[in-house]
């Protein structure tokens, strides 16, 4: 089942309508809802399960939104079987006024595969179950495949006892397997109860079976096969020869073929002969047409030339005379530039210059200032800097000290590495000693439990030994018994059964003649009764029908009067009839008619017509009664016909008194042979259990001597492993005047810490003064920075300050005492700018006369140039040209324009016979090889239908062999059958309570769960397999997940040689890769429930406890699993993951005044 689009509206958290779009959400595989908690996750999947099955999972029934009257859910999905069908359902609740809660109000489900809707069903049951029987999943089974709570499953992997059980119990939804099937299997044993008294009639129909019809039946069999595989060989060597000939005969067709085409292809080698000159002709046109082009173009250009040449002269005379005026012009303007302007620009200098020196005069000041304040700051920082040295310099002499004082802390500590070397070899031998120890101690005990075990089995040995020649003896005597009682037998249940069936069918030909006796008098009675009814009714019928007859006529008449009479009184003398044309109407021949009277008449053919049909049914009905009726009276006179006259030869009163007696006789042989058959099952069965008993004791004493000689082997090994590690540490304690190496390994361990800490000590120490002295080093060279920038800062402001003074004195100097300095300037700029412009813009026009002037004399000379060399490239190019139509063999233009082609053509052209010539080479090289694979061999038509008819006619011989001896096969395994029947109903009685004891005993055994917790450990098997193989697919076969006897889980880990792993030793990561396994192959098996698969799932598992290396292999395991059949959703409120997941359907929750929940997708 493939979701494609749902519509919520009125649901939860959901007011308005909202449609989420699942071909978008899915498309790229995996996909992720979010939102926070209340915004409405689970109400997406509610919404599913409301439209598919009327109700929602979480079996709440307060799910309208309290806004809202009435709730609207539409679900649009697909199914992907063999043939792709989509549904829509539809589904509409309202609030029930008096309690609130939802009741069901319209609903139907729709088939949209094609343009044209179907409705499949409008009823609310009627709905849920057409989508229960589509999806073939119930709500319960739905929810659990489609939404997988990933934490259920990673607590299930790691189960175990009494809590694993109930929670695959709950899984499978075995719960139903507990009491249901105890009251199954008590029906079953009041059935088999009840078999027994039905056991005699069911022995009834196997007449005519024998062992010799079977033996029979055997030999034809036999018969019957051996002509079949005679035939059948002689076919196979026919469908080989055919073979062989078929391969020949389709080469020659083939060959033919392929010589036509051949044929074909050399009838069009005309065409492509012209074809071939079109291009040479085109090509050659190709290269001529460039020329062509180029020596036209040259002649347009010599024109256009010519043309402007004459244009630009005249211009030229016009721009003459306006040159000579300008240039007056302009000579007055520059005498006016030259002799005022330079005295304006002394004048405007110095005015410059004294608002530059004010401006200096400004700035000094400025400077000046900050000058003094830097000096006082720089003094400042000088004396603060002086006494952070001092106290630095304080603390690197007191760091020094407690450098050296740890320095001879640490060397005090020092531990010879020899000495150290031999401890630490002491200590092993002393552990490996200590091991070896404990191994002799256990072997000891392993010795004297086997002993002790010896001796008690060879005590059960003489015991049982005695017991089996007990046994034995008693089996003898009981057999010996049953042996005298079969030589004695009374007869068999043949004799019963032919007895029995020659009673019963005595008996039921007797009941059968009087029922049919009885039944032909009563239908002999039966069809006098309806003969007479037919014939009162027939005339009766015949009657009315007449009666309605005259009435319709009388109607009619009236009806014609009554029209008649409407057209006359609308007539007027004078004017036409508009039925006859007359202009005379005789109005006193009018007859007056009443429009009650044929109401009346019609009421009446109404009540008439009603009564005839009625009448007419009952005829048709006692005709068919009649004739069932005469056919079961014929039925009955045959079946007496069919009973014959042998019923009446026996009395049914003896057989069944010869029956009884019989009967009892076998019975009793039956009981005593059945208590004998008994009492010699058991005492084989207990010799048989004692003798295996016997054999598992004696096993068990040869294994018990095996085991003590490999443990007295073993324990000498470790004797002397003993004394020698004995030896060893004996040496090392007398070397190292060492008694207890373990206390001496601690007190060297403790040392060394010591030792260590005291390294680390001076490491810090010393890091921190080497930190103190760079900023001493720091602070002197700030001091010193400080102490060079005061002096030179002291120095600048003392140069600053003259500097001030003499600017004031060159102000003065160049303009005196002038207080505005600007105007002056704007005066003397604007005079300035006067002169300037009135030259500059008769200087502008008069170079624009100039360059126009010049610029046609110069096009002038450019085009007298360039028609001069026009000229000369005609001569050339036309020499060129005519040496081109030569070469390439055209006598003028027009007949090159006429052969030019375009060169796409051409290429066309080129492909056409390239791909003639390549067609034409392989159909002769077809044709070769085809010659060789026929190698001289000739197959006329006559001599390959012979062949096919010789085939048809073998194997049609072979098909009426085979029936026959199916048919023989069929009758032999009836008669066999039929004689295994008849044996195993002979003996069904000692079966059926057989049956009845084991079906006791398991209905003691079924009290309990065990037959629930087998089927789930059946079931958990197959699921393991399907869950490693999604293990191994994930994780690229690193791991496999395995059950073990007791359906624990085990880990299989590849990665390190197939180690077998506990779940608890996995960590976060794996555990949730192996949950996520698991999880989807438990999906998959009650998806198996159903009819068609589901295409998507939900993993709710809480993702905000993942850290982020956790999150990437969740996230790539997630991303390996989806597929075009399988879309994976997470569902989640955490932010931190949505980047992750390339698709999200964000939900907003409701807000007062603002509306419901919100959804929209988003892509990343």
Not at 57 to 84: A, H, M, P
Not at 264 to 279: G, H, M, Y
Not at 909 to 914: A, G, L, P, R, Y
Request: net charge neutral; hydrophobic share 30%.
């Amino acid at each position: 089942m493939k979701p494609i689009k749902l519509k919520i509206k009125g649901l939860n958290s959901f007011i308005e309508e909202q449609t989420i779009d699942f071909n978008k959400l899915t498309d790229r595989g995996f996909f992720g809802i979010f939102g926070p908690t209340g915004s409405g996750k689970s109400t997406i999947l509610d919404g599913i399960t409301l439209a598919l099955y009327g109700e929602v999972s979480r079996k709440s029934s307060n799910y309208i939104n309290t806004n809202c009257d009435k709730l609207n859910v539409s679900f649009e999905f697909q199914i992907s079987g063999s043939e792709v069908k989509k549904y829509l359902v539809v589904r509409e609740f309202k609030r029930d006024k008096k309690t609130g809660n939802p009741i069901s109000g319209k609903c139907k489900i729709i088939d949209i595969t094609n343009e044209e809707e179907i409705i499949l069903a409008d009823k609310v049951k009627s709905v849920t179950e057409k989508c229960k029987e589509i999806i073939g999943l119930s709500l319960e089974d739905f929810t659990r495949t489609v939404v997988l709570p990933q934490g259920k499953f990673s607590e299930f992997l790691k189960l175990e006892g009494k809590s694993r059980r109930e929670m695959l119990e709950r899984l499978f939804n075995l719960q139903q397997y507990g009491d249901n099937l105890s009251r199954k299997l008590s029906r079953e044993i009041n059935k088999e109860k009840t078999e027994n008294s039905v056991l005699l009639g069911q022995l009834m129909g196997y007449e005519d079976i024998s062992e010799e019809k079977k033996n029979e039946k055997s030999e034809e069999l036999k018969t019957s096969i051996e002509n079949l595989d005679s035939v059948s060989n002689e076919l196979k060597f026919i469908e080989d020869k055919f073979k062989e000939n078929q391969e020949l005969w389709n080469l020659q067709l083939e060959i033919n073929e392929y010589k036509n085409k051949e044929e074909q292809l050399i009838s069009k080698a005309e065409d492509i002969e012209r074809i071939k000159k079109v291009i040479k002709l085109g090509e050659s046109a190709l290269k001529v047409n460039p020329y062509i082009l180029t020596y036209e173009d040259i002649i347009r250009n010599i024109e256009v030339t010519e043309k402007e040449l004459k244009e630009c002269m005249s211009n030229l005379e016009n721009i003459k005379e306006k040159k000579l005026n300008i240039e007056e012009e302009w000579n007055n303007a520059r005498l006016k530039k030259d002799k005022e302007l330079p005295e304006y620009k002394i004048r405007e200098q110095k005015v410059k210059d004294a608002l530059e020196d004010r401006r200096i005069l400004i700035n000094l000041e400025k400077e000046i200032e900050s000058l003094e304040n830097k000096v006082k700051d720089l003094e400042k920082n000088q004396e603060l800097n002086n006494k952070n040295l001092i106290t630095i310099e304080g603390r690197i002499e007191k760091g020094n000290i407690v450098v050296e004082e740890e320095e001879k802390r640490r060397d005090s500590l020092k531990i010879d590495n020899e000495f150290k070397n031999e401890v630490q070899k002491g200590l092993l031998i002393t552990n490996s000693y200590e091991d070896i120890l404990k191994r002799e101690k256990d072997i000891k005990i392993k010795i004297e439990k086997i002993n002790n075990g010896i001796k008690i089995n060879n005590e059960s040995e003489i015991k049982i030994k005695n017991q089996l020649d007990e046994k034995k003896k008693s089996l003898g005597e009981n057999e010996k018994n049953l042996e005298e009682l079969i030589k004695n037998c009374p007869g068999n249940q043949n004799d019963l059964l032919e007895l029995q069936k020659l009673n019963s069918e005595s008996k039921k030909a007797w009941e059968n003649f009087n029922k049919y006796n009885e039944e032909i008098d009563k239908y002999k009675k039966d069809v006098i009764n309806y003969d007479i009814f037919l014939k009162e009714n027939r005339e009766r019928h015949i009657k009315l029908k007449e009666e309605i007859e005259v009435l319709k006529a009388d109607v009619k008449e009236l009806q014609i009067e009554n029209l008649a009479n409407t057209l006359r009184k609308d007539l007027n003398e004078g004017k036409a009839c508009p039925v006859c044309g007359s202009v005379e109407h005789h109005k006193e021949n009018l007859k007056h008619v009443e429009l009650k009277d044929v109401k009346a008449l019609e009421k009446s053919i109404e009540e008439k017509e009603k009564t005839l049909n009625e009448l007419q049914y009952e005829i048709t009905k006692v005709e068919t009664n009649k004739k069932i009726t005469e056919e079961r009276l014929e039925e009955n006179k045959k079946s007496i016909l069919d009973l014959g006259e042998d019923f009446k030869k026996y009395s049914v009163e003896q057989l069944e008194k010869k029956f009884i007696e019989l009967e009892k006789n076998i019975n009793n042989y039956n009981i005593q042979k059945e208590n004998l058959e008994k009492l010699v099952t058991i005492f084989k069965e207990e010799y048989h259990s004692l003798d295996t008993k016997y054999k598992q004791i004696e096993a068990r004493t040869e294994e018990g001597k095996k085991q003590l000689n490999n443990l007295k082997e073993e324990y000498e090994e470790v004797v002397k492993i003993l004394k020698d590690n004995e030896s060893k540490l004996n040496n090392i304690k007398d070397k190292t005047n060492v008694i207890d190496f373990k206390a001496k390994n601690d007190e060297i361990i403790n040392k060394e810490k010591e030792r260590e800490e005291a390294e680390i000590n001076i490491k810090k120490y010393r890091e921190k003064i080497e930190e103190l002295i760079t900023k001493k080093d720091t602070l002197v060279n700030t001091l010193n920075n400080i102490r060079e920038s005061l002096a030179r800062e002291k120095s600048i402001l003392q140069e600053k300050d003259k500097n001030r003074n003499e600017k004031i004195l060159q102000i003065k100097n160049k303009i005196g005492d002038v207080d505005n300095i600007e105007n002056l300037l704007t005066h003397i700029q604007e005079e300035m700018k006067k002169i300037e412009n009135n030259f500059i813009n008769i200087e502008k026009l008069k170079e624009e006369i100039e360059k126009n002037y010049q610029k046609y004399n110069d096009m002038i000379i450019s085009l007298n140039t360039k028609n001069s060399e026009l000229h000369k490239n005609r001569d050339r190019d036309k020499e060129k040209l005519d040496s081109i139509l030569k070469e390439e063999s055209f006598s003028s233009i027009e007949e090159v324009r006429n052969n030019i082609i375009n060169k796409n053509k051409i290429n066309d052209f080129k492909i056409e016979i390239e791909k003639y010539n390549d067609e034409l080479s392989k159909v002769k090289g077809t044709i070769e090889n085809l010659i060789k694979k026929i190698n001289n061999r000739v197959l006329t038509e006559e001599q390959w239908e012979k062949i096919k008819q010789e085939k048809d006619l073998k194997k049609k011989q072979v098909e009426e062999l085979s029936k026959i001896k199916i048919k023989v096969e069929e009758e032999f395994k009836n008669i066999e059958n039929k004689i295994k029947e008849l044996e195993g109903l002979l003996k069904q009685k000692e079966k059926v309570e057989h049956k009845l004891a084991l079906l006791n005993d398991l209905d003691k055994l079924f009290k309990g769960k065990k037959f629930v917790e087998f089927v789930a450990a059946t079931r958990l098997k197959y699921v393991s397999i399907e869950a490693s193989k999604r293990l191994k697919d994930i994780t690229n076969g690193n791991y496999a997940l395995e059950v073990d006897e007791n359906g624990k889980f085990i880990i299989r880990d590849y990665k390190n040689g197939g180690a077998e792993r506990d779940a608890s030793t996995l960590s976060g990561g794996e555990t949730f890769i192996a949950s996520l396994a698991l999880a989807l192959a438990l999906s998959t098996e009650i998806q198996l429930k159903g009819t068609a698969p589901l295409e998507l799932f939900f993993l709710d598992e809480g993702f905000g406890t993942l850290d982020d290396n956790l999150l990437d292999i969740v996230m790539s395991s997630l991303e390996k699993i989806h597929n075009d059949k399988l879309k994976v959703g997470i569902i989640s409120h955490v932010e931190t993951i949505k980047n992750r997941v390339p698709v999200k359907l964000i939900l907003t929750p409701a807000e007062s005044g603002k509306g419901g929940s919100k959804v929209k997708i988003e892509r990343t």
